[in-house]
């Protein structure tokens, strides 16, 4: 098939599964070369996929490999990756990446309820279909924390959308893919990262440690603002997790229908608020359509 996308250890292309007339995207890696950690990832990265089944993470379809290929066979996402969609069409809309940002979440709840951390999450690893539906991919450089096949303190992941622990070499967590969702927040409304003017890595990584948080776009509405602020807590401790971050009013003003993660709707409520009354942060409470106020949450 025609090749629709190309990676660090190879490419991927799109094919015909003969036995059911389904189609396929095929990721073809050339083991000529590679050295034995390099294909050590590459294994970890299938035996990680295959054992994830849920509806916002691509699926394994198979894997065969001989002597100088190794062919991973996924499920196919027919409008390619959402960096394929910034080029294509440019910057998006709030409603329409909050619409995003809900199966992202429900994707990084399902990981991280898994203890599974993406560690590379952004706008080129998330795949859609042609009903819109989210597929998070690449789980190469992703950490398991049930298996630890790697030290948890390695630095992965691309610069502009690494959590500051990471690069101090801290160490990985669930949170720091909810740093990560922020900056691709920023990415999917803006066609940039942040600190995407500056070209030097190091300069990014120094600038991501050093400053409060990343810049966030003055476009921004006052509850992305939160929604961002609460995401880009230097202290991983700090940030909420995927399920909390699902019920922010700024996904149910802008995505009201999405499905909620949590049974009890007004158990998951109660625990957003008391998520915000334990933190440090500025945030902005919206009460049920009263006039928005702004308030200082108290320390625990």
């Not at 065969?64 to 390619?80: C, H, K, P, W």
């Not at 992202?104 to 819109?132: F, P, R």
């Not at 008391?274 to 933190?279: K, L, T």
Request: hydrophobic content about 40%; proline content about 4%; some cysteine.
């Amino acid at each position: 098939g025609n090749c629709i996308g190309r990676g660090q250890f190879g490419s991927v292309y799109r094919a015909l599964n003969l036995n059911t007339g389904q189609m396929v995207a095929v990721k073809r890696i050339r083991l000529e070369g590679l050295k034995e950690d390099e294909i050590t990832t590459l294994m970890r990265e299938v035996d990680l996929v295959k054992r994830l089944s849920h509806p916002s993470i691509v699926k394994y379809e198979g894997m065969a490999r001989d002597a100088d290929t190794l062919s991973i066979v996924l499920e196919y996402a027919e409008n390619g990756s959402l960096g394929q969609t910034l080029k294509a069409f440019g910057k998006l809309n709030e409603r329409l990446v909050a619409g995003y940002v809900v199966k992202i979440l429900e994707g990084l709840h399902y990981l991280h309820q898994s203890d599974v951390v993406h560690c590379d999450l952004k706008a080129a690893n998330i795949l859609t279909t042609k009903t819109g539906n989210v597929k998070l991919t690449d789980f190469g450089v992703s950490l398991n924390l049930r298996a630890m096949e790697r030290e948890i303190k390695d630095v992965a992941g691309t610069p502009n959308w690494m959590a500051p622990e990471v690069i101090e070499l801290k160490g990985a967590s669930t949170k720091s893919d909810i740093w990560s969702l922020a900056c691709t927040v920023i990415e999917l409304l803006t066609g940039r990262p942040p600190y995407a003017e500056i070209t030097n890595s190091m300069t990014v990584m120094f600038r991501i440690v050093e400053d409060e948080k990343p810049p966030i776009p003055a476009e921004c509405s006052p509850l992305l603002q939160d929604f961002l602020n609460l995401c880009f807590n230097k202290d991983p401790s700090k940030r909420p997790s995927a399920d909390i971050l699902c019920e922010h009013l700024w996904l149910k003003e802008n995505w009201g229908a999405h499905k909620v993660l949590l049974t009890d709707v007004t158990k998951g409520n109660l625990k957003l608020m008391d998520f915000y009354r334990n933190c440090d942060l500025r945030i902005v409470f919206h009460s049920f359509g009263a006039l928005a106020r702004t308030s200082r949450c108290r320390r625990p």
